[in-house]
């Protein structure tokens, strides 16, 4: 049995509401006011469905479980790859919208103060400032150089080697971690 068959048996024990579904049965698409739906086998219709990651660190592209618009199980599908392109698209918007993690690029300022860590910080997308509850719940070490912040309101922002940030960076980072 490979890796990932033994993870996907672990994962079907540990959560057995989750029906796997055929690729061959699922519509993915947009209606007229922009809302994510499925139709499956053109006898179930969800609206506002969800798209979510099982394995968000592991597996990103894989077993990625749908959800109705009441946050109720629909199902899971193993590999997206095997879609239409159209469908892996709508997929893909819909994850990278709801796991939207900017990268950051320099720390600019990150100080604690009272258990809180508040940061300045340098990203893929701009400058921006957030606050965390504190350094456990904050950082997550990946390996490998690779840091993961959780800010206070649940957004993340990534790190992919702090030994590569410029010398202040590593230095207010080294403060804090």
Known sequence: MSKLDHQHSL????????????????????????????????DRSY??????????????????AFLSGKDKVIGMLIDTSVLDEA?????REDLERRYFTPTI??????????????SV????HGEREFV???????????????????????NRFRIEDWRAL???SRRLLERVV
């Open 11 to 42: 994962l079907v024990e540990q959560e057995p509401h989750y029906d796997q579904l055929e690729p061959g049965s699922l519509r993915f698409f947009r209606d007229a006011s922009g809302r994510f739906r499925l139709t499956i086998e053109a």
């Open 47 to 64: 609206l506002d469905v969800k798209a979510v990651r099982v394995f968000p660190l592991t597996h990103p592209e894989r077993y990625i």
């Open 87 to 91: 469908s892996q698209k709508l997929i």
């Open 105 to 118: 690029r320099r720390v600019v300022s990150l100080r604690e103060e009272y258990g809180a860590i508040y």
């Open 121 to 124: 910080v340098e990203t893929d």
């Open 132 to 154: 965390a509850k504190g350094i456990r719940d904050t950082i997550e070490d990946l390996g490998d150089g690779e840091l993961l912040f959780a800010d206070a309101d649940g």
């Open 166 to 168: 410029d010398v202040r």
